[in-house]
């Protein structure tokens, strides 16, 4: 089964520092999905790689894919505390279904 | 154009109950998907479904949870004789195709709590 992990799974930053949360996954795919999630809310999508190298940013986040490495990051430039949320990786090797990471859970700290 | 609509938003059931979570998709969306999330979890797939056909239901439990799409109405998703490990969010997404690269748009969820 695929397995897509997620590291951190906790971090709590400083306001204005930069960090960078890791996916890591088990098998081929050249299709991943950033989510964030808010406490007892649903999951609005951030971002969508779709090609080894790719890379998007909106405002302070940026992620990026290495489909070689199976890995992709979302890196937190000079974090605020609106960005503090769940995050979550999703990768998609059929069409059908996404396997979701476990979350990494951040705290931006004044 | 409203969002994936879930409900109820919290369901609480006495065990041996029956669960009924409701999900209309997003306005033009055909594809409709269930994911179980347990606490400090990620979510985990249940099912995928189309209009009147279940696509995959690899996700789901074999015996006491069902999912439907009809041609008219909300997707529904069943579970029968409730047990206290059915308790999670569910969340309902949809995507107006199938296929590589379609992102889901998730609905608020439906909070289970199995007494």
């Known amino acids: 089964e695929l397995k897509v992990e997620q590291n951190p799974l906790f971090l709590s930053m400083q306001e204005g520092k930069n960090y960078t949360i890791y996916c890591n996954y088990s098998?081929?795919?050249?299709?991943l999905y950033w989510y964030r999630q808010d406490p007892g809310k649903s999951l609005e999508s951030l971002f969508v790689?779709?090609?080894?190298?790719a890379v998007k940013q909106e405002g302070r986040l940026m992620a990026s894919l290495d489909t070689k490495a199976r890995l992709s990051t979302l890196h937190i430039t000079a974090a605020v505390h609106d960005l503090s949320a769940t995050y979550f990786c999703?990768?998609?090797?059929?069409?059908?279904?996404?396997?979701f990471g476990t979350g990494t859970s951040l705290t931006v700290i004044p | 154009n409203a969002g994936v609509m879930q409900n109820p938003r919290h369901l609480v059931r006495r065990r041996g109950q029956e669960a009924r979570l409701r999900c209309s998709p997003m306005?033009?969306?055909?594809?409709v998907y269930w994911y179980r999330q347990l606490p400090e979890e990620g979510l985990k797939f249940m099912v995928y479904?189309?209009?009147?056909?279940?696509?995959?239901e690899s996700g789901m439990p074999k015996e006491r949870f069902s999912a439907e799409f009809p041609k008219e109405g909300p997707s529904i998703l069943r579970i029968q004789q409730v047990v206290r490990g059915d308790s999670a969010a569910y969340f309902c997404?949809?995507?107006?195709?199938?296929?590589?690269?379609?992102?889901?748009?998730f609905g608020s969820g439906t909070q289970l709590s199995v007494l």
């Open positions: 997404a949809s995507s107006p195709r199938r296929g590589m690269g379609e992102k889901l748009f």
């Open positions: 098998t081929t795919s050249d299709r």
């Open positions: 790689l779709l090609s080894n190298g």
């Open positions: 999703a990768v998609d090797i059929s069409g059908n279904q996404f396997y």
């Open positions: 306005k033009g969306h055909s594809h």
């Open positions: 479904l189309q209009k009147e056909n279940i696509i995959d």
